[in-house]
């Protein structure tokens, strides 16, 4: 594995990485396994979760939940993404000094979710989004899964809210916006397949980390 960092090559700005995928697909869990090897090697990590990492994020993220339970329109929800998400930028990820910021979930995942139907939209929605908070990601981890073990890791969990019910449709709509937007390439991103193996994860996020 990639030796300790060394403090003079470290960058002005936080590295950047976020993990997508379709909800049950490990991103949290593969998330949490990054951070404490990184903080083992010595950098100084943030994770934080999209929409609702922050308290302000977190009322905006009350307020789509309540407009999905009650039919509110897409592109309310979608805007009010792009506010949670701003929130939780300026509030959390840019308000301290560290190396590395981890994201589970970020852009692509507003692309594929609310706007899986409209890829004339996704360079507009880039852009826009690069405009305002000028935090693009360094590096992308693609969790994947198959519709199956979505179903099964769903069923076990006890807490569900209404992004979490999926039909196979849906389900296999949403992984083709997210391999759509990926291979337009606003950030190197590669895939994770569950089983996988940590030691070639990590090996792949040092050869990016280091390279800034």
């Not at 960058?11 to 949290?28: A, C, H, N, R």
């Not at 992004?163 to 849906?170: E, N, Y």
Request: with cysteine; glycine share 4%; hydrophobic share 40%.
């Amino acid at each position: 594995m990639c030796s300790v960092k060394n403090k003079s090559t470290v960058p002005s700005k936080p590295f950047i990485l976020v993990m997508e995928g379709v909800d049950f697909s490990g991103k949290t869990t593969l998330a949490q396994k990054i951070k404490e090897l990184l903080v083992k090697q010595h950098y100084r990590v943030k994770l934080l979760h999209d929409p609702k990492g922050s308290s302000h994020a977190k009322l905006i993220w009350e307020t789509i939940l309540t407009l999905k339970k009650q039919g509110g329109n897409v592109a309310t929800e979608f805007f009010l993404f792009l506010a949670a998400r701003n929130e939780l930028i300026h509030q959390e990820a840019l308000v301290e000094e560290v190396d590395v910021v981890i994201f589970d979930r970020f852009i692509f995942s507003t692309v594929a979710y609310q706007l899986t139907h409209k890829p004339d939209t996704w360079e507009l929605f880039l852009k826009i989004h690069r405009s305002f908070s000028g935090l693009m990601p360094d590096l992308c981890l693609y969790c994947d899964i198959d519709f199956n073990t979505f179903e099964q890791r769903r069923q076990h969990r006890s807490k569900k809210d209404a992004f979490d019910a999926l039909s196979q449709d849906q389900f296999n709509a949403i992984q083709a916006a997210y391999e759509a937007v990926l291979n337009l390439q606003w950030s190197p991103s590669f895939h994770i397949h569950t089983p996988y193996e940590m030691t070639q994860v990590m090996e792949g996020v040092f050869n990016y980390l280091v390279k800034n």
